[in-house]
């Protein structure tokens, strides 16, 4: 009998279009081998072109899908998306942060290898998460979970910083850990050097590795962000350390957006299936010879 795929849940909206959210969350965890759960936060409607509405969804719906799937399987990881609300936000916060009996983690939500892209607005600039959700997003779920996942822009927001290069990433890194992030990786994808800080707490302090790449010229790059913290949770989950989870990570990103696929009017989604294609070029030239 084949051996279990550690299961990866992830909280998130649903894109229609499958470059973010839900669905493309689902993609990235088969990607890499691990079996995909999901809870839907919100509705969206949006395309390539941009997200034109967002509707929320009931809290209690969303807690009784989540404690659902946690009474049925076990989870191995947990990559929390897109939100939406204040009142969804604290659904997610209040069913990570209860307690059952022989499962506390002090101070930690009660799953493991949680990692939290904290998504506020689509790269159309549509706000994805109300003031009253950042709230909870500082207060109660930064804390709590394992990772923190902010691109520049909403580390500059939820610090209220510049960042715009690595020693203002660093300065963020920082703001995040008073926060009570034990880990904090600031992805610079959007900046003139495609720079990812990784901050994390040890026994000895706080210890930072930077990882560098060649920025990507493409305009299939709807969805890096989500495609990022799911895979890390992915690697997370599959026993990897922060360090190689960050690296494998950005590589996964690195080379799905190389393989984008040019859809619709807008910016095209990173292609999360992209090996697939390798391996039937490689069956394919395999039967050649």
Excluded: W
């Excluded at 009931?58 to 799937?69: Q, S």
């Excluded at 204040?86 to 799953?111: I, M, N, T, Y």
């Amino acid at each position: 009998m084949p051996e279990k795929p550690p299961i990866v849940l992830t909280i998130a909206g649903f894109d229609p279009s499958s470059g973010a959210g839900i669905t493309a969350d689902i993609k990235t965890i088969a990607a890499h081998g691990c079996y995909g759960i999901s809870c839907i936060t919100a509705l969206t409607v949006q395309s390539t072109s941009g997200v034109k509405k967002v509707c929320g969804l009931d809290p209690g719906l969303i807690i009784e899908t989540l404690e659902e799937l946690e009474s049925d399987v076990e989870i191995a990881a947990v990559h929390i998306g897109m939100l939406g609300s204040a009142k969804v936000a604290k659904a997610v916060a209040d069913f990570l942060s209860s307690v059952e009996p022989g499962r506390a983690r002090p101070g930690k939500a009660r799953l493991p290898n949680v990692v939290l892209d904290p998504i506020l607005k689509s790269s159309s600039g549509t706000a994805l998460l109300d003031p009253g959700g950042i709230r909870t997003v500082v207060e109660r779920l930064i804390p709590m979970v394992d990772v923190v996942t902010p691109n520049a822009a909403e580390a500059g927001v939820i610090t209220g910083l510049k960042v715009r290069e690595i020693e203002e990433m660093n300065a963020a890194a920082a703001r995040f850990h008073e926060m009570g992030a034990a880990a904090v990786v600031v992805t610079g994808g959007d900046l003139d050097k495609a720079i990812d800080l990784l901050s994390y707490r040890t026994k000895q302090g706080i210890e930072q590795e930077v990882f560098k790449a060649e920025r990507q010229r493409s305009n299939s790059t709807h969805g890096t962000g989500c495609a990022f913290a799911t895979a890390m949770a992915c690697h997370l989950a599959l026993d990897r350390g922060l360090a190689e989870a960050t690296l494998l990570a950005k590589t996964y990103v690195t080379a799905a957006i190389a393989n984008g696929q040019d859809l619709g009017r807008g910016t095209g989604p990173v292609h999360h299936l992209y090996r697939m294609g390798q391996q039937r070029r490689a069956i394919g030239s395999g039967s050649e010879s």
